[in-house]
């Protein structure tokens, strides 16, 4: 079972929101898949990983069987490769792993050799797995596919996805049977919401939103969650209390007994809500 926390932008309180989730959660799993930044175990607080590179496939050319002719030159949506004379550079550093070069390689100069781009670390008892993104790369996604690979069926999973509503965030949801969409009540806060619940939408993944600094004029943030129906699962006030814990590493769950009740009904509320809509999927089966 797996629950996606994201939102449109970020510093919005995702981390916050998977990572209190993922605590109060019996025998669940937390997936780092901000694989920039991962900063999740800030909070959950693991010593013991273990760390696994994940290797991707780049292009390596056999001088001796090429032609020059330039199509995987052509091919190459991404600048990796410069046919300049006849002669093939490769610039493995902006190669995103589509193996298309190859393919149009009529000569067969062309095959690949494996390349690091960055870990995956696991905690010893497989509560905590995240991603680290290798600097100057310029794709997290197959670190976000080899973050999926140690998710365990039997266990929920909660995946702290990156800021936005990108490619890496669409990795992140695949597969997923609910998302939560965290927001805030400023202009900006609901701009992005829109954008990521246009994306859940597309993806036909439920969503509940949660809203964080909640306080103040939330009129307009309310009408948006009642016309696209979307439940409001949670509000986390604005809390000078809250933040000035969060700073220190210390989530509200552990910070007051009746967070921790809050974020447990939360859990609680969105395993239902999965168990309802598959129960509703298979009746129209």
Same mark, same amino acid.
């Given at each position: ?10 510093? *919005? ?19 780092? &898949? ?6 999740? +175990? #800030? ?7 273990? %760390? ?8 390596? =050319?056999?001088?001796?069987? &090429? *032609?020059?002719?330039? /199509?995987?030159?052509? @091919?190459?949506?991404? +600048?990796? #490769? ?12 902006? &190669? ?13 100069? @062309?095959?690949?050799?494996?390349? %690091? ?14 991603? &680290? ?5 310029? %794709?997290?996604?197959?670190? #976000?596919?080899? @973050? ?5 069926? +039997? ?15 669409? $990795? ?21 919401? $829109?954008?990521? =619940? ?8 439920? /969503? ?10 939330? $009129? ?22 809250? /933040? %000035? /814990? ?18 447990? *009904? ?7 809500? @999965? ?7 298979? *009746?129209?089966?």
């Amino acid at each position: 079972m797996k629950v996606a926390v994201l939102s449109g932008k970020g510093g *919005t309180g995702k981390t916050t929101v998977s990572t209190s989730l993922a605590k109060v959660t019996p025998d669940s799993q937390y997936a780092d &898949c901000d694989v920039e930044e991962p900063n999740g +175990n #800030i909070f959950m607080k693991q010593t013991r990983f273990e %760390s696994k590179p994940v290797l991707v496939l780049v292009p390596d =050319v056999d001088d001796d069987l &090429c *032609t020059g002719c330039g /199509a995987c030159g052509d @091919i190459c949506q991404f +600048n990796a #490769i410069a046919v300049v004379k006849g002669r093939v550079l490769i610039f493995p550093e902006l &190669c995103h792993h589509c193996g298309a070069c190859r393919l149009v390689c009529q000569p067969g100069a @062309i095959s690949e050799l494996e390349r %690091s781009i960055g870990t995956v670390d696991v905690s010893a008892d497989r509560s905590v797995v995240q991603g &680290c993104l290798n600097i100057g790369e310029p %794709s997290g996604l197959p670190i #976000i596919g080899a @973050i999926q690979t140690y998710l365990e069926p +039997n266990r929920v999973c909660f995946l702290d996805c990156p800021p936005g509503a990108g490619c890496s965030v669409v $990795k992140t949801l695949e597969g997923c049977q609910f998302a939560v969409l965290v927001t805030e009540p400023t202009p900006f806060g609901l701009h992005d919401l $829109k954008i990521a =619940v246009q994306l859940v939408k597309q993806m036909n993944i439920p /969503a509940g939103v949660v809203i964080n600094k909640a306080g103040g004029d939330q $009129k307009e943030l309310a009408e948006f969650c009642d016309e696209q129906r979307l439940p409001v699962l949670m509000e986390i006030p604005f809390s000078r209390e809250l /933040a %000035s /814990a969060y700073a220190e590493g210390i989530l509200p769950v552990d910070h007051d007994d009746s967070w921790h009740q809050a974020f447990k *009904t939360l859990s609680d509320q969105i395993i239902a809500r @999965i168990n309802a809509h598959a129960a509703d999927r298979s *009746t129209q089966q």
